[in-house]
């Protein structure tokens, strides 16, 4: 099965990596900064275990040599419109999408482009970052990835994504329910960003502070009650497991758009936040607390223009 990673940051490098370790046929899409960075240095993955150097296959769009059985899309939601530019030529009659992005909107968004038939689900669950020199640093050892038919119809085809991706070093969940693994994915994404952003600080230091549990409650309240009512079907058993995580005051958590923020790195809050509102309008839920959130990252997306 031919692999084509969209992306070399800290998840598609570190999962893409695994992969090719592993002997898969990957290539790596990447742009021209990060090749010259590549080919230049390798790809150096700094895990809890170690560091080690790959030295994996590398292409831009213009150097794409025909269709890809299996496409997995790590870039940034805001540079989803690109990424499909670039990926057109590498999509076969049979090729895949799997992406692994932040939110849902993404999900029709590819199913417009390339057709419901191509798309399936995927996520993942790691907590890494891209070091100064560009090393993706692993800062646990969770490195679960999830995947599946968005209807729940794993067939033959899923069933070679599967094989392909099975037996690579890394956790693997085959689900036939992965809409709501997606769901609950953005509920546990969406309300560490909010909280975070919000604070400008980790889970623990919110806990610790005057009224951080009633945030960190009412944020998770309001979200649920919004991707509920929009499609996702509550699984009290997991969504209460997901609130003890975020609240659980001996472990400090910070959310991937919070570390961007932090750097003064564009961050995703359209599609983690503002999607949500959009949601929310349009099933009439209230959510005045991610309305707060929601202004507070517009004003530092402008001060970034």
């Not at 969770?142 to 968005?150: D, E, K, S, T």
């Not at 036939?176 to 909010?194: F, H, N, Q, R, V």
Request: hydrophobic letters at 40%; one cysteine or more.
């Amino acid at each position: 099965m031919r692999i084509l990673v969209v992306g070399a940051g800290a998840t598609g490098g570190y999962f893409g990596g695994r992969l090719a370790q592993a002997g898969r046929d990957v290539t790596f899409l990447v742009r021209e900064r990060r090749l010259q960075q590549l080919q230049q240095n390798g790809l150096i993955l700094q895990t809890p275990s170690g560091t080690e150097t790959l030295h994996p296959q590398l292409a831009q769009a213009s150097t794409l040599n025909g269709p890809f059985d299996l496409i997995i899309l790590t870039v940034k939601s805001f540079g989803l419109e690109q990424a499909m530019q670039d990926i057109a030529p590498a999509v076969g009659p049979e090729t895949l999408i799997m992406p692994i992005l932040n939110g849902m909107r993404h999900i029709d968004t590819l199913r417009d482009r390339f057709g419901e038939h191509r798309v399936i689900g995927g996520l993942c669950k790691i907590i890494a970052t891209l070091g100064p020199n560009g090393e993706v640093v692993q800062m646990t050892p969770l490195q679960q990835i999830y995947y599946g038919a968005l209807d729940g119809n794993n067939d033959a085809r899923l069933q070679r994504v599967d094989a392909a991706l099975s037996d690579c070093g890394l956790e693997t969940i085959f689900s036939d329910d992965i809409i709501s693994e997606l769901w609950e994915k953005w509920l546990l994404l969406s309300t560490l960003g909010a909280v975070t952003c919000l604070s400008r600080g980790n889970t623990q230091q919110i806990l610790r502070s005057q009224g951080g549990e009633a945030l960190l409650q009412g944020v998770f309240s309001e979200i649920l009650a919004v991707i509920s009512a929009d499609g996702y079907h509550p699984r009290p058993a997991v969504t209460a497991k997901i609130y003890a995580i975020l609240s659980n005051p001996d472990t400090p958590m910070t959310s991937s758009m919070y570390r961007d923020l932090s750097q003064g790195y564009d961050i995703e809050s359209d599609q983690v936040i503002g999607d949500l509102l959009l949601r929310a309008s349009r099933n009439s839920v209230s959510t005045p607390l991610l309305n707060a959130v929601n202004v507070n990252l517009q004003v530092y997306r402008q001060a970034l223009a």
